[in-house]
Every structure is written in C-alpha cells, then in structure tokens.
Nanobody, 129 residues
Framework: QVSIDEYGGGSVQAGGSLTLSCVMT??????????VAWFRQAPGGEREGVAA????????YYADDVKGRFSISRDGAKLTVSLQMNDLKAADTATYSC????????????????????WGQGIQVTVSS
C-alpha cells in the first residue's frame, strides 16, 4: 500500500517554471520494482501520462510533448518523486496527479493509467499566456 501527497502546484506565466513533488508513505513506498509517474488531466480532456521514473534505477521516460522541458527524478531517502517543469505553456494547464505502484517498463504502457495501483488526489497547475 502507498499513500501519496502532492505539492508544488500553482499559477505561473507562460515560460515560467514549477516543481511538483510526490511524497509517498506506506509499506511499499520504497519498493524499487515500481514505476512512479505523473499524469495530467485538463478540463474536458482525458488523463494523459506526462513522465515516469523507474524507482530502482531513477531512469526516466517522457511523453513527447514534454521532452526537453520536464524532468522527473526520485529521492529514495525522502520517498519523493519530483517533476521539474520548465518553459511552461498554456497547454500544460491541468490537474496533475502522481501515481505509484506501476509495473511494466515499455513504451505504450508505462504512461497509461491502468499500469498504476496507487494515486494521489491531484494538484492544479495553471499557466497563463
């Protein structure tokens, strides 16, 4: 079981930066077999995967539209996965959710919601143009 708390959302102008933090607790929070990911959902849109990290190796995977702008990393000592978001665009406006307990590390799966067992409540990110 993993409980998730998310921090760091807010409002920023286009071109700005934000860092989201996913703090995990529970008996499986430090399981190196898992993947941890960030998803987002804009109003009226579907949930989409943004970035994932393989917890044991800190190896990242990104959706195409955030490559070069977003960076995901994990801090095993703090049981935290961070998403550094740079050069934000209005299209990045969404509710961002952290998901943990993911198994399977291959394209087409690692950023699909059904790959993950545990979810945070979500945090709002608003980018104004």
């Amino acid at each position: 079981q993993v409980s998730i708390d998310e921090y760091g959302g807010g409002s920023v102008q286009a071109g700005g930066s934000l860092t989201l933090s996913c703090v995990m607790t529970g008996p499986e929070a430090n399981d190196s077999r898992y993947c941890v990911a960030w998803f987002r959902q804009a109003p009226g849109g579907e949930r989409e995967g943004v970035a994932a990290v393989y917890y044991g190796s800190n190896f990242p995977y990104y959706a195409d539209d955030v490559k070069g702008r977003f960076s995901i990393s994990r801090d095993g000592a703090k049981l935290t996965v961070s998403l550094q978001m740079n050069d934000l665009k209005a299209a990045d406006t969404a509710t961002y959710s952290c998901a943990a307990g993911g198994f399977g590390w291959w394209p087409g799966w690692v950023l699909t919601p059904k790959a993950y067992k545990f979810w945070g409540q979500g945090i709002q990110v608003t980018v104004s143009s």
